[in-house]
């Protein structure tokens, strides 16, 4: 997600280090770079022009204390000023005096419109609401079908009627809510282009019969400015309450994303990561400003931890590792719980600093499905004792998983230093509730198995050179 933008932001920031202060001088120099790299991403052009002036008025001038360096105080200012830029931003979705609330949402064709109202279906779910899906896009042929098979999936009602009136459709729908018991109605309308004006006076007819409390414009963020230009036209028509953008994970440039709200007004409210039904997240200007300029974003991993771990099942795990005890059955676990939190390269660029140092690595998510294949060839014997894999075993194993039996002897060989470092930790204290006990205990713990003591390198030197001196 914007690796490009990231990329070029360190390096004109970069041009700052080493520099005894912040100077008119030096600030344009970086600037300069910054306002190009904002244009190739597909900035807005008068966005990009009002964010430099910004930054180069709060930079020149700026004391740097003796504790931070002049590139790590101008990226304070960027970052303080790309979150004023997509910011602020409330997910507060208000619920309707009386009835179910209106959910409305609108947007170009292929924009992915029926996709997020399924996401966005689960995620008011998870919330505690007992939401229902309106298939009102009648143009689209298997629309209403594609809606019904998503509602299917995730257990949540579909209002449909065999009508060609978008308005009808949108009326029923309230009654029927009434009967089900749903609080809140989410309208999948029609895709549409910007110069379709019947269609466009269609939605706001739609919009007129129902008084939707929201009306989100769902934009395909890899569309760059005309995604922003398509914001700016239905927010004339219809009063946006804000945007939901999609395809944000394929977005390598990310100028609709840093574009919206400073054009149209209306802030992103949520974001969509990826196909799946879970991949809806509620958008977060100073979360995504951090992930821009490479800082990572340490929050969004914890939640996605949260939510993907189980209180009980993490309880059980550190109760085993507390006793030394871990197999390749929680190995699979943990792998299970690591592809629930996404891709493997999103989660590391959340990490601050190892998502640009691990930019060029081929983080393949594909690796961890072969481990897995590896893991499930084994009997349940075999995952409890692998040193009981020898050769015959090893080529079974292989056989079974499409691998090669040095494949199998790889991981073998990785999950017993693996073994290996839960039991150094445990003996620790690592595990148990007693944190700085453990942090304490854990100094001086070679974890990967990988060099020596001080102590004794020093005196395996002194030998070495006392030999070579007596030759």
């Known amino acids: 997600m914007f690796e490009s933008l990231t990329q070029k932001l ?61 590139g790590q105080v101008m990226i304070k200012v960027i970052h303080d000023e790309l979150v004023a830029m997509m910011g602020p931003v409330s997910h507060d979705i208000p619920v309707a005096p009386a009835g179910p609330t209106v959910i409305m949402l609108a947007g170009l064709q292929g924009s992915g419109k029926t996709t997020t109202c399924g996401k966005l279906a689960r995620y008011l779910k998870e919330k505690g609401r007992n939401p229902m899906m309106v298939a009102a896009d009648l143009q689209r042929p298997a629309a209403v079908r594609q809606l019904q098979v ?29 009967m089900q018991g749903c609080d809140t109605i989410l309208l999948d309308t029609a895709g549409r282009l910007h110069i379709d004006d019947e269609l466009m006076t269609e939605l706001e007819k739609v919009a007129k019969a129902v008084s ?13 400015q005309d995604a922003v230009n398509s914001a700016r036209e239905f927010n004339e028509r219809l009063a946006l309450d804000g945007v939901i953008l999609t395809k944000l994970d394929g977005d390598a440039r990310g100028g609709a994303a840093l574009s919206v709200k400073a054009v149209t007004g209306k802030p992103i409210k949520f974001i969509g990561v990826g196909e799946k ?65 996404g891709p493997l390269k999103e989660i590391m660029a959340m990490i601050p600093g190892l998502g640009s140092a691990m930019k060029d690595l081929p983080l393949d998510d594909h690796e961890m499905d072969v481990t897995r294949a590896m893991i499930e060839s084994m009997t349940a014997g075999e995952r409890n004792r692998p040193e009981t894999i020898d050769a015959s075993r090893r080529r ?76």
């Open 212 to 224: 939707p409390q929201q009306i989100y414009l769902v934009c395909d963020a890899m569309t760059g």
């Open 150 to 178: 998503l509602g299917e999936q995730l257990n949540i009602p579909v209002y449909a009627e065999e009508s060609k009136d978008p308005v009808r459709v949108a009326r029923g729908s309230i009654s029927f809510a009434q």
């Open 277 to 341: 039904l879970d991949r809806l997240e509620e958008f977060y200007p100073e979360r995504m400003a951090g992930r821009i300029l490479g800082m990572g974003d340490v929050v969004s991993l914890v939640e996605k931890a949260q939510a993907s771990v189980e209180a009980a099942d993490a309880a059980k795990m550190q109760e085993r590792l507390a006793r030394a005890e871990f197999t390749f059955d929680d190995f699979l676990k943990q792998i299970e719980q690591v592809r629930k939190m």
């Open 10 to 70: 360190n390096e004109a920031v970069r041009q700052l280090s080493g520099r005894g202060r912040i100077s008119e001088g030096n600030v344009k120099d970086a600037l300069r770079e910054v306002r190009t790299a904002l244009l190739e991403a597909d900035v807005n052009l008068k966005v990009v022009r009002d964010f430099i002036e910004t930054v180069q008025q709060k930079a020149i001038g700026l004391k740097v204390l003796s504790s931070l360096q002049p």
């Open 396 to 471: 079974r194993i292989a056989r079974g998983s499409g691998t090669q039996p040095q494949d199998v002897a790889g991981l073998v060989k990785s999950f017993d230093q693996i073994q290996g470092m839960v039991k150094q930790m445990s003996s620790a204290g690592a595990f148990g509730k007693d944190k700085a006990a453990a942090m304490k205990a854990m100094q001086g713990i070679d974890l990967f198995g990988h060099g020596a003591p001080k102590k004794r390198m020093r005196s395996t030197r002194k030998r070495k050179d006392r030999k070579r001196r007596s030759r």
